[in-house]
């Protein structure tokens, strides 16, 4: 059942994401090829290019936003509400189908904005500088012994985790949000301001219950490669364990205070 449900959130959503990005990326190739064939009149040309550029990330990015949002509040705490949860899908399958092709989309928009990028600096000489840097970076690598590959796949992991941890935290204030009696979208907007207010209190409190000096004196003692490691695996636990608190409080809130009214 969860298959299906991914399927039918995938069909629902498509339809706005995959001509942006397609745009995005044609664009880009466009003005790339452009800016090289015509560079003499790059003065005020790479200049317009850039600008629709931006719009176009701006407004990839917005959506993608409105979207994930739009998708969880509408299908799960509005009208439809009451039709997905009389289905005979369980709660977790509920959230995990809109969590999932949430995460897919946002990595999708991610990458597409990241290769409309490369794309159009391929002919300038910020490629120049991008791969002397990356060429450092490798030789610092190759000299502590150490994977390239291994350590981007790591920070892949770490990446995909946050994303779903920050669309985990969305989903959280949504449902409490619905808590409310009325107004409840801004009740939601409400309760992210807040949990994002908490947990920056929490990170403050941990770095006074933690102090600086000595959690630095303890790193310095670690080579840069377990350095890497460690930093690493505090970012994953991090995004792990919030992600799961948001998960189930989530879940607890639709399952037992769920109100459609």
Not at 48 to 61: G, K, N, P
Not at 101 to 117: D, E, H, K, M, R
Request: proline share 2%.
């Amino acid at each position: 059942m969860l298959g299906k449900l991914i399927k039918y959130e995938l069909k629902g959503t498509a339809h706005y994401f995959l001509p942006l990005i397609a745009a995005i990326l044609i664009l880009s190739l466009i003005f790339s090829l452009f800016g090289s064939l015509y560079a003499q009149w790059a003065t005020w040309i790479s200049g317009l290019m850039i600008f629709v550029e931006v719009v176009l990330i701006i407004a990839l990015a917005v959506m993608t936003l409105v979207i994930t949002i739009q998708r969880f509040y509408k299908n799960l705490l509005g009208d439809e509400g009451y039709l997905m949860f009389s289905l005979p899908v369980s709660t977790h399958y509920n959230i995990l189908s809109k969590l999932l092709v949430a995460t897919l989309w946002n990595i999708a928009v991610l990458l597409a904005v990241t290769l409309s990028i490369g794309i159009l600096v391929m002919h300038a000489d910020i490629a120049g500088i991008l791969q002397m840097a990356w060429q450092q970076l490798t030789q610092w690598l190759n000299m502590s012994n150490f994977s390239i590959l291994f350590i981007i796949l790591e920070w892949i992991v770490v990446g995909l985790i946050s994303v779903a941890g920050n669309i985990l935290l969305l989903y959280l204030a949504m449902a409490i949000g619905q808590l409310a009696n009325e107004h409840k979208f801004l009740a939601s907007f409400g309760a992210y301001i807040a949990l994002q207010c908490a947990l920056g209190i929490l990170t403050a409190l941990l770095a006074i219950i933690i102090p600086f000096h000595f959690t630095l004196d303890w790193l310095n003692t670690f080579s840069p490669v377990a350095l890497v490691h460690i930093i690493t695996l505090a970012v994953a636990a991090d995004a792990i364990i919030g992600g799961t608190i948001y998960y189930f409080l989530t879940h607890w809130l639709l399952k037992r205070k769920l109100n459609l009214t």
